[in-house]
């Protein structure tokens, strides 16, 4: 059995399609019920080898330091971390320029950079996740200029897969930048080692920072919460920005159809909305608890949110930016001379401060679940995390640990249950009582005590004070 073969059976599959996009391939990919992109074999007389080799979760693939070493290891004035990976510099702040952060999720950087590169020549297309259709609501797709490629702003925290776009690169003999999350990334640098064309193609990586990512019905959830039928839903904004006084205070745009009209409904902040607890992992991937790299370290950027209290505090977003190109990185010095970026060079410690819950879930968290998996002779990925860094000797860390890699299961069992009842409500029953059980099991009795007790407590208190 090939490792892919084993990535596809254990569900670590990311769908990422790189396999199902190599010549002849045996791989195609499939929506499945639980609304996630997967391989799937097709049982068709064909290509295994090349797949194996390009799964971004496969023992065949180059790993995150073999690809980044190709790279960067020769780059002048390169420094290399362990959590950073290679890096020139490293900043926090936003574009000053145009309208590129109120239509950015963060900072606007992402879109500005994209924009400098096809304004200075250095490619004639970008391939990145824009509007799809309503049985897909995002996809990857190519922006030739300016105006379509600031149509793709904001990040799409929902399945996407890139085998018909590299497909229909090819065909073409354009140069292009990709935008993709690190497991994505790592996929194309995998598939240009292989793939001549494919190399020839794409010579610009930008990776976006990545916490998690999420199932079609995550969209479900936001909107069927808020009266809106999952399958009325047009389009949806993940990041809409409210002035408050956090960054992290965003809510959820959704676009939806009603009769023949097309209306919005912006909800309150999404912490306040069900199922947006990261930890839980609402509608999570299996994959991404197998995953060892927070900063895209095979791009030759990486942006994501400064989520470091300094840059929080303004709601309308700062980026963390890590560059690993001397072009880009000269690029980006040539903005913040002109004022078109207002960037602070930062140290590790911001780098840290704003990525710290991945940090902690990707280094020690995944050698733990590693660790269970090895000792229950069960296949997982290799990864870069050493064993011996799971924490083993605190029973409640490992009871959480435990609860959250059966949690995803029992999120999708009871959705899908919800949806053939057509009732939401079905959903929140169903899952009261596990919540609960992760309340207390993580803050004891404090996280199982309703809000509204506390509040009354506070109050009672206070006038008992005042008296
Ligand atoms: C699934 C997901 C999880 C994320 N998790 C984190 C996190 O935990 N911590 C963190 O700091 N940042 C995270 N980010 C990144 C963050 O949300 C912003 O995308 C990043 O800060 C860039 O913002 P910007 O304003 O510069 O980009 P914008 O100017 O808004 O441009 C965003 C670009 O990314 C492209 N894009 C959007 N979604 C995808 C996708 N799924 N795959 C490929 N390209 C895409 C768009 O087409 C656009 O070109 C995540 C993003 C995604 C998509
Ligand atoms: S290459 Fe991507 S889509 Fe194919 S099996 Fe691996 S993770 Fe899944
Ligand atoms: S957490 Fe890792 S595996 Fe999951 S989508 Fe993000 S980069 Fe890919």
């Known amino acids: 059995m090939t490792t892919i073969e084993k990535v596809i059976e254990g569900n670590y599959c990311i769908g990422c399609g790189i396999c199902a996009s190599v010549n002849n391939s045996i791989y195609k990919i499939e929506t499945t019920k639980e609304g996630r992109y997967k391989a799937i074999n097709t049982d068709i007389e064909g290509?295994?080898?090349?797949p194996d080799k390009v799964c971004p979760f496969s023992s065949s693939s180059l790993n995150e330091d073999e690809l980044a070493e190709k790279y960067f290891s020769d780059i002048k004035g390169i420094n290399k971390d362990n959590e950073m990976g290679y890096n020139l510099s490293s900043y926090?702040?936003?574009?000053?320029?145009?309208?590129?952060?109120e239509l950015g999720s963060s900072g606007g950087g992402v879109s500005w950079l994209l924009n400098s590169l096809l304004e200075e020549n250095l490619i004639d297309a970008v391939i990145?996740?824009?509007?799809?259709?309503m049985d897909n609501i995002f996809e990857f797709a190519i922006s030739n200029n300016a105006k379509e490629l600031r149509e793709g702003a904001k990040s799409r925290y929902y399945p996407v897969e890139m085998s018909a776009v590299l497909k229909k690169i090819r065909d073409t003999d354009k140069r292009y930048a990709i935008v993709g999350i690190p497991c994505f990334i790592k996929a194309i640098r995998n598939l240009s080692e292989n793939d001549k064309e494919i190399k020839d193609r794409i010579v610009y990586y930008i990776g976006i920072v990545c916490g998690h990512l999420k199932s079609k019905n995550f969209t479900s959830l936001f909107a069927w919460q808020q009266g809106i039928h999952p399958k009325d839903v047009v389009n949806i904004d993940f990041r809409h920005k409210i002035p408050s006084s956090s960054?992290?205070?965003?809510?959820i745009k959704i676009t939806y159809k009603k009769e023949d009209k097309i209306l919005h409904k912006i909800s309150k902040p999404a912490s306040e909305l069900y199922g947006t607890d990261w930890g839980l992992g609402f509608f999570k991937y299996k994959a991404c608890d197998y995953c060892d790299d927070v900063l895209a370290e095979t791009a030759d950027v990486v942006f994501g949110d400064a989520w470091a209290a300094k840059y929080r505090k303004d709601w309308k977003g700062s980026n963390l930016v890590i560059t690993r190109n001397k072009t880009i990185d000269d690029l980006l010095k040539k903005g913040i001379k002109k004022?078109?970026?207002n960037f602070d060079p930062i140290g590790k410690d911001i780098v840290i401060a704003s990525q710290g819950g991945s940090f902690r879930h990707r280094r020690k968290g995944l050698a733990y679940r590693l660790y269970k998996l090895n000792k229950e002779g069960v296949w997982a990925p290799k990864k870069r995390v050493d064993l011996k860094e799971a924490k083993?000797?605190?029973?409640?860390y490992?009871?959480?640990?435990?609860?959250?890699?059966?949690?995803?299961?029992?999120?999708?069992?009871y959705f899908l249950e919800a949806l053939e009842k057509n009732s939401f409500k079905h959903f929140k029953r169903k899952l009261a009582l596990p919540i609960l059980r992760y309340k207390f099991l993580v803050y004891g009795i404090r996280g199982i005590i309703p809000a509204w007790t506390k509040d009354l407590y506070r109050f009672l208190f206070k006038r008992v004070n005042e008296k």
């Open 128 to 133: 990145h996740v824009k509007e799809g259709n």
């Open 92 to 101: 926090a702040g936003y574009v000053e320029e145009d309208n590129y952060r």
């Open 47 to 50: 290509n295994n080898e090349l």
């Open 339 to 341: 004022g078109k970026l």
């Open 247 to 251: 960054a992290a205070l965003y809510s």
């Open 392 to 396: 083993l000797d605190d029973e409640k």
């Open 398 to 413: 490992i009871k959480v640990q435990n609860y959250r890699m059966r949690f995803l299961d029992v999120v999708d069992e």
